[in-house]
């Protein structure tokens, strides 16, 4: 079992930055898939982005060049660092960890506010 903590969100202007950080409390947390994701209101939730247990990483075309995603494994911690914010972004944005590519887990969320 996996638990993930998602903290970070918040309000901020147009053109401002976030850090959001997701913690997970698991003993192999270098073997997890890692992936970021957002919902707007009524919708579904969208993958933002997605780092491996190797560090390789994707990023969604709509937040390429403005969002980055990195791990610390030393830490078990996930960042998602969110620049050039614009009210578009505004969403509760979730984590997801993948074990053995077969469990999934999810974080409660964080709310992420840009006002124009």
């Known amino acids: 079992q996996v638990q993930l903590a998602e903290s970070g969100g918040g309000l901020v202007q147009t053109g401002g930055f976030l850090r959001l950080d997701c913690t997970a409390s698991?003993?192999?947390?270098?073997?997890?898939?890692m992936h970021w994701y957002r919902q707007f209101p009524g919708k579904q939730r969208d993958l933002v982005a997605s780092?491996?247990?190797?560090?390789?990483?994707f990023v969604a075309n709509s937040v390429k060049g403005r969002f980055t995603i990195s791990r610390e494994n030393a830490k078990n911690t996930v960042y998602l660092q969110m620049n050039s914010l614009k009210p578009e972004d505004t969403a509760v944005y979730f984590c997801?960890?993948?074990?053995?590519?077969?469990?999934?887990?999810w974080g409660q969320g964080t709310q992420v506010t840009v006002s124009s």
């Open positions: 698991v003993s192999d947390f270098s073997t997890l898939v």
């Open positions: 780092i491996t247990s190797g560090g390789n990483t």
């Open positions: 997801k960890a993948v074990e053995r590519g077969i469990w999934e887990y």
